[in-house]
């Protein structure tokens, strides 16, 4: 997940940002700039730093295996416990939570499994300073040129939390790989699309797979990167989901899934986002306006909404973008959204 509530000039380089901000429900297509009472705009502020502290749920789902589900964005974060050994997946967008998380390990030897180097998945590195993180080659490089260290000391400090952005990586494994974490072994399975970097990981033992920010129940696809990896990424985590024929999947966010759930909200998310990519490429051949281009894209039906804190990070606008950035179009709207 990566988010962000100004949307203006060029569609392909919205940046990833996580100012805390309304839930901008209203369309689109004609909303313009529009001014902000500075005492409404820090009453909405006030209100996303209390939620983005709120504790979330714990939930064991085995003898060995915990979710924790944040408050913000219902991020998803895994922890399984062996007699020798821990492994913590993902993160949440919230300081407490994490702690908990590595509270409830103690000082067992750990490993962190990072889906993608999204903001809200890989806070957790600073908290475990001790801990062996694994993530791909794209996640490394994300982390070598300072990028998301730098968006997590930022967006954190906008939403009134101390994450800590000293991260790392200790070992990267690509798609397609399979690898030891102590006495469990770990598939992999790519998933770029969604962000520049990304792996499913099935861990073959407990019978679970992270999937990342795919197969949401709640929410539509939401892509930061591209949209035509984003769905053959949702391919590959579908064979994969039939292949392993996992007990849990788990995605980024939201309700965690049997696997005839997740392949019902995988098989929508194709169908919209093959229709997407159809309407683009007519759009593109057609040499229309990006603001027509833009209301094409957008008319699409999303196969589910988006909860309030998603909706608000304009998906659909995110995904126009990334039909613009697969094509090498510079699409430059002449409005304004402003979501705070």
């Not at 073959?204 to 053959?232: C, I, N």
């Amino acid at each position: 997940m990566a988010v962000g509530c100004l949307v203006t000039g060029h569609l392909p380089r919205i940046r990833k940002r996580t100012t805390p901000c309304a839930t901008g429900t209203e369309d689109m297509t004609t909303q313009t700039t529009r001014p902000v009472e500075s005492n409404a705009a820090e009453a909405r502020t006030a209100t996303f730093t209390a939620k983005a502290t709120t504790p979330g749920r714990r939930t064991e789902l085995s003898p060995t295996v915990t979710h924790v589900q944040s408050t913000v964005w219902q991020c998803n974060c895994i922890t399984i416990r062996r007699p020798d050994h821990a492994v913590v997946i993902d993160s949440c967008w919230n300081s407490h939570d994490i702690e908990a998380v590595r509270d409830s390990i103690g000082g067992t030897t750990t490993t962190l499994l990072i889906t993608h180097a999204d903001i809200d998945h890989v806070c957790s590195v600073g908290f475990f300073p001790d801990a062996h993180v694994v993530m791909s080659p794209e996640g490394a490089a994300r982390l070598a040129d300072g990028s998301a260290s730098r968006d997590l000391a930022v967006e954190g400090a906008k939403w009134g939390l101390d994450l800590r952005p000293n991260l790392r990586v200790d070992q990267v494994v690509g798609p397609d790989e399979r690898f030891t974490v102590g006495d469990l072994h770990v598939s992999t399975v790519g998933a770029r699309g969604h962000a520049f970097d990304g792996l499913g990981l099935f861990i073959e033992e407990e019978g679970l797979f992270a999937v990342g920010d795919y197969l949401m129940k709640s929410q539509h696809p939401m892509v930061w990167w591209s949209l035509t990896e984003a769905r053959r990424s949702t391919e590959r985590l579908l064979a994969a989901v039939g292949r392993f024929d996992p007990r849990w999947v788990v995605p980024g966010h939201g309700p965690i899934l049997t696997p005839q759930e997740a392949i019902a909200v995988g098989e929508a998310d194709l169908t919209y986002l093959e229709e997407v990519e159809r309407v683009a490429d007519e759009a593109h051949h057609a040499g229309v306006s990006p603001r027509e281009w833009h209301l094409a894209v957008e008319s699409v039906p999303v196969p589910r909404p988006c909860a309030p804190d998603i909706e608000m990070l304009s998906p659909r606008l995110l995904n126009v973008a990334a039909t613009f950035r697969d094509r090498g179009v510079d699409g430059e709207l002449t409005w304004t959204l402003n979501m705070a």
